[in-house]
Structure formats: C-alpha cells, structure tokens
C-alpha cells in the first residue's frame, strides 16, 4: 500500500463539521468554452463583470487557515479555473499559506500536457474530469461541444503519466444511467484514484434534464455498492447521501459488524452534507452551503468565511440535523445520511425539508419528533 503524506492524514483528520469544513470549493470564474447541458454554473464565455479580483482572491486564501488544524482542503472550479489569469499566482500564494490545493479544469484546448506539469509544480495534489458517457457521441451530447470525449481521455493519460491524482466525475440523470457501467469498464485501465458519481440536482442548466426516480435510484445505488467492493479505484457519490443508508443495509445484510463496515469503506462520507462540511464560495465571493444549494450567508467582501461557517443562521440550521423536516428529521439515519439539503431546496424551496430522492420510510423514528 502507497505510504500516505502528512498532508493526506491532516486532510483526513478527525473534525467537527460544525466548525471545520473537510471541503471548500471555490468557483474562480463563470467563464468556460464549453455549454454542458448540467451545468450548474451556467457558465458563460467571459468573465462575470463582478468576479473577484486577484486581491479579493488572495484574501479569500488568506482565510482559509483560520479554520485551524486539520485545515480544509480547497477545491478550485467555475466555469473552467484555467480561463483565471491569475491562477498561478493564486496557487503559489495558497501553496505559501500550507493549503492543500485540487483542481477541476474544463476538457478545452487550453488543457494541455505542459499545464497539467505546471499545475503539479504549483503544488496540486488532485485533478478532477469529467466524464459522462462512455463514447465521444454520448459524452460530447452532454458536454456541447465535439471532441471534449478525446481531450478528456488524453488527459487522463497526461495525468496517469504525470503521476497526478485524478478524481472523475460522473453524472447520474435518466440520460445517463444506462451508460454508467460502461463508463466504468472504460476507467478501470486508466490509473484514476476516485470515481464519484454526480446524482442530477435541477439548478442551472441541470433543470433540462431529468432526474433518476427514487426506485431507480435505489436500483443504481445496490449496483455502486457491489461495484465499489471490487473497483481498482474509490467509487463515491454526490448529492445522494442516502447511498451511505444503502451500503450499510447490505454490508449488514452480508454479516459484516461495525468494524468491517468501517475498513470497507461504507460509512465514507458518514455526517457530510451540503452546510455541514462542505462550503462554496461563488466567483462573486457569496458563501453557500454547496454550489448545488444557492443559498447565500454572506460574501468574503464583506464577511469572514469562517464565522460565516460557524455562525450564519443557515449553516447553523444546517449544522444540526435536528433542524430537518419530514421523514429526515425522524430518520434513524438522519446523522449519517440527512438527505441532499440541495435536492430539498430545489424541490420545495426549503434546504430543511425532506429529500424527495430516498424512497426509505423511518424504521425507528427519533424520540419526541414526528414527522410533518
């Protein structure tokens, strides 16, 4: 087994999400050449004319380690970070302050061998592409643009060369679904440390597509779990916490105690949630429980992000799974799953309702709580 680094062991510390987040994702910039269908961003060829500046960038890092020890992981996106001018400077100023730094880059031209070196040089320890189809005409129809299938897979060899940890994102919609076994096939030679499954959340472009039913979902989710067991790679999920409920019913159903389950892997994720040890910051500097809950609590012009984190009363509702509503306030599993607060959000227009994706109905619901 690869020894890990000090860095890889502060990242994964133990913490409390209501003060330290384990994720801050920025999104440096709207502007991308690409018009995926899902993006959330619905980013644009230029600019935002009120994106932050260089300067209002680097006070943004400058925040970050006064979260303290273990410190946050940051997670550059947009749009495409590489459309920001300043981004090296901006790497080399969080290299200086000790922040551990990934990046997810758009599948452009502008994505070459020589900037994935430099982006290694500038202390990058993690490369997050997409993929969503498993041939060029399946994933170009999601992404809008012909040849983003080929650039994608290129720099996945770039990475493997380059000895770059890589992260592929995978979106899960009723378009895509049928597609993700094969998708699968096509990773498993290509040397990618994580394959996370990006369940749809209706914002943005997103809206035009169309999401999994509960039960398909459910169905996906039982495929994930017995596909992970012997996947060369991490196989996770995103903005469907209820996947966690899933693996620990059938690890349980396979005889497994709480110690087995812990190794495997199935209680990954266990407490994280939109809010609760996830952070956004937008590329007008509005902080948000997560880029798929567009909720602000401030803005680093005028705000600090870290009392922001602790203090707002959004983040402090979301802090506490107490404060949910419907089957996720009385779940058995509201700790450690608590539902999408996005998918809530954007079903009902409430981050605290229930999550309408998990068909799961409470066994054993919470003393003194009912449902609504």
């Known amino acids: 087994m690869q020894e890990k680094s000090r860095g890889d062991f502060r990242r994964h510390a133990a913490r409390d999400y209501s003060q330290t987040p384990l994720n801050i994702y920025w999104e440096m910039t709207q502007a991308c050449a690409l018009a995926c269908r899902h993006c959330r961003a619905e ?21 970050i380690p006064q979260f303290g020890d273990p410190m946050p992981h940051l997670v550059l996106t947009g749009g495409d970070p590489l459309a920001r001018k300043d981004l090296w400077e901006l790497l080399e100023e969080a290299r ?116 999994l039913t509960p039960e398909q979902g459910e169905r996906l989710m039982r495929w994930i779990y017995q596909t992970a067991l012997q996947a060369p790679f991490v196989v996770a ?16 159903a396979s005889g497994a105690d709480a ?14 949630r939109d809010g609760h040890g996830i952070v956004f910051v937008s590329n007008t500097g ?37 404060n949910f509503e419907g089957r996720c306030g009385v779940c058995e599993y509201h700790i450690l799953c608590g539902g999408s607060r996005a998918r809530a959000y954007a079903a009902t227009g409430n981050p605290l309702a229930s999550d309408p994706f998990c068909p799961y109905e409470p066994q054993a619901p919470i003393s003194g709580l009912k449902p609504a």
């Open 43 to 63: 980013a644009m060829p230029e600019p935002h004319p009120l994106e932050l500046t260089t300067e209002e960038g680097r006070a943004l890092l400058r925040q």
């Open 96 to 211: 200086c302050l000790g922040i551990g730094v990934s990046i997810t880059p758009a599948a452009t031209p502008a994505l070459t061998r020589d900037v994935l070196r430099r982006l290694k040089e500038h202390g990058i320890e993690g490369l997050g592409l997409s993929l969503d189809g498993s041939t060029a005409e399946r994933h170009d129809a999601i992404r809008g643009v012909a040849g983003t299938f080929d650039r994608t897979l290129q720099a996945l060899r770039w990475a493997q060369e380059l000895d770059l940890p890589v992260q592929v994102n995978t979106l899960v919609a009723a378009e895509t679904a049928g597609d993700v076994p094969a998708i699968y096939e096509l990773l498993k030679p290509l040397g990618v440390g994580r394959w996370s499954l990006f369940f749809l959340i209706s914002v943005g472009r997103g809206k035009v597509l169309q999401p």
């Open 237 to 252: 999920t995103t903005e469907a916490p209820s996947y966690r409920r899933v693996a620990l019913e059938m690890k349980r």
């Open 259 to 272: 110690e087995e389950m812990k190794r495997s892997g199935a209680t990954r994720g266990f407490g994280i």
């Open 286 to 322: 509005e902080i948000c429980p997560a880029g798929f809950l567009p909720l602000s609590a401030g803005n680093i012009r005028t705000d600090h992000l870290v009392r922001v984190y602790r203090d707002s009363p959004l983040f402090r509702q979301l802090h506490d799974p107490r």
